[in-house]
């Protein structure tokens, strides 16, 4: 796994507009946010993990989702072609940081959605992908297509789980969570054949965001909230702290959602 994040502080965080069922105008208390973002960080780094970070821009509140920006391995990086006009501004702010770090980047046609690690998860020379409800399987297919890896498509059949790390975490290359109402009957045929041990999880812990975890190798930082999910993985020997997320749920991401792998 990579031992480097990329993260965005949430200076200009905020919940301006609706794309998703969990974005109801709730008013976020911006301190509190930066106080969650930053427990965030510093169980990151407190794994050894280096955390970068890219400078939020004003106009775009949901820049603080890093996982959004793209998909990356080793020195690529395909950049998102986001479903909303409200985020696809975020692209080029991406762009600009990628390159200057060195990396290669790609886009796709402007005509196909890819919203990066929103929607994806690598795991070797494997990529879990979603689609259906930001993703297209065009988008996916040429992302995994650029990156090399094997491409296992897995349809998202719920709103309110509209990107893959809603509903899916990977634990190791043997392991995940997962909301099984999220996905096709197919997709988790797929999902049950390539992953040994499929953890599934209930609704509640699944409106808590439990998929939206951060894991690196035994240790995981998970949203509030979650019950069973936490039995069944700490009976397992994972080590799970809890993060209060309550400000970036209004926006509907978490901790995944705001960290991506680099």
């Known amino acids: 796994m990579a031992s480097r994040v990329l993260l965005c502080p949430p200076t200009f965080f905020d919940v301006i507009y609706s794309i998703n069922p969990w974005m109801q105008g709730g008013t976020v208390d911006k301190p509190t946010a930066m106080d969650q973002w930053f427990k965030l960080k510093q169980g990151i780094e407190s794994w050894g993990v280096h955390v970068s970070l890219i400078g939020q821009e004003e106009s775009l509140p949901d820049m603080v989702f890093t996982a959004n920006a793209g998909t990356v391995r080793n020195n690529k990086v395909v950049l998102s072609n986001f479903k909303f006009d409200e985020r696809k501004p975020e692209t080029d702010a991406f762009e600009k940081w ?142 799970i702290t809890h993060i209060n997320t309550s400000e970036f749920m209004k926006s509907g991401g978490s901790l995944q959602c705001m960290t991506l792998w680099i």
């Not at 599934?200 to 409106?207: C, G, Y």
């Not at 808590?208 to 009976?235: T, W």
């Open 98 to 239: 990628f390159q200057a770090e060195g990396y290669e980047t790609y886009r796709l046609p402007k005509n196909i959605n890819f919203e990066g690690c929103g929607d994806t998860a690598v795991q070797g020379n494997k990529m879990f992908a979603g689609y259906g409800v930001r993703s297209d399987l065009g988008g996916i297919r040429r992302a995994a297509k650029i990156l090399e890896l094997e491409l296992i498509p897995l349809k998202l059949d719920h709103p309110n789980f509209y990107h893959l790390d809603t509903c899916f975490c990977l634990l190791g290359p043997q392991s995940a969570i997962y909301y099984p109402g999220a996905f096709t009957p197919s997709a988790i045929r797929k999902l049950k054949k390539h992953v040994p041990e499929l953890i599934p999880m209930d609704v509640h812990d699944a409106a808590m965001f439990a998929c939206n975890s951060v894991v690196y190798e035994d240790k995981i930082l998970m949203p509030a909230g979650s019950r069973k999910i936490v039995e069944e993985l700490e009976v397992r020997g994972y080590e």
